[in-house]
């Protein structure tokens, strides 16, 4: 596609329901990452894919959290037994290259992101 | 441990007046540099790309720059329109290949 797409765009859960969260990154891009980002903040790094391999999981808040790029293309983030405080707005960045790729095209792309409000 | 800083956290400033936005990053070794425009409810736009052996980038009435000795980076808007209120954010490479964001600049241009 011509962008990132991500879905769905708005999500409400009841507190202990299961969510999955789709991204679909730029045709060809390596380089898959999630972000969290709170009211008012900066976007926190969650997790990132080179092709299917999970090679960051460091920011990823508890176990409850999963994320999985089978295929090397799309990406899923699962969240399980949704508590409040998971309430956000959930990013997918997608780049050729990833970031530390000294010399090549390393331009992220962002979705629009889905909006998870846990009630 | 990459930390990346945006000053001010906030703007108000009347249309036509050209601004400057600062970054700063503690990780001078990096290879590049990201400005992005987020506006309310709506994912983030990329502005400029920044890499290491540039010292700027122009696109428009948008210019970027990067320092990397004194770890800073700034984005000029010149001639500044309504349509530009937006959160402004940058974002450098931290450990592996992941971006490190600031906490943005809540820019309004007054009409």
């Known amino acids: 596609g011509a962008g990132v797409s991500q879905s769905p765009r708005y999500k409400v859960a009841k507190r202990g329901q299961d969510v999955a969260l789709r991204c679909d990154p730029i045709s060809g891009h390596v380089s898959l990452f999630w972000y969290q980002q709170a009211l008012g903040q900066g976007p926190e790094f969650l997790t990132y894919f080179q092709n299917e391999a999970q090679l960051d999981k460091s920011g990823l808040p508890s176990d409850r959290f999963f994320a999985e790029r089978p295929e090397g293309s799309v990406s899923t983030l699962k969240i399980q037994r949704t508590q409040q405080e998971d309430s956000a707005v959930y990013l997918c960045a997608s780049s050729l290259w990833g970031f530390r790729d000294r010399g090549l095209n390393t331009e992220a792309f962002f979705g629009q992101g889905t909006r998870l409000t846990v009630v | 441990k990459q930390e990346v800083t945006q000053i001010p956290a906030a703007l108000s400033v009347p249309e036509g007046e050209n601004l400057v936005l600062n970054c700063s990053f503690t990780?001078?070794?990096?290879?590049?540099l990201q400005w992005f425009r987020q506006d309310p409810g709506k994912g983030l736009t990329s502005l400029l790309l920044?890499?290491?052996?540039?010292r700027e980038q122009t696109s428009g009435r948008l210019n970027a720059s990067l320092d990397k000795s004194s770890g800073r980076s700034t984005l000029y808007i010149a001639a500044s329109q309504p349509g530009d209120s937006a959160t402004y954010l940058c974002?450098?490479?931290?450990?592996?290949?992941?971006?490190?964001f600031g906490t943005g600049t809540l820019l309004a241009v007054q009409p």
């Open positions: 974002a450098g490479p931290g450990a592996t290949n992941k971006l490190i």
């Open positions: 920044i890499q290491s052996s540039q």
């Open positions: 990780d001078s070794a990096i290879y590049n």
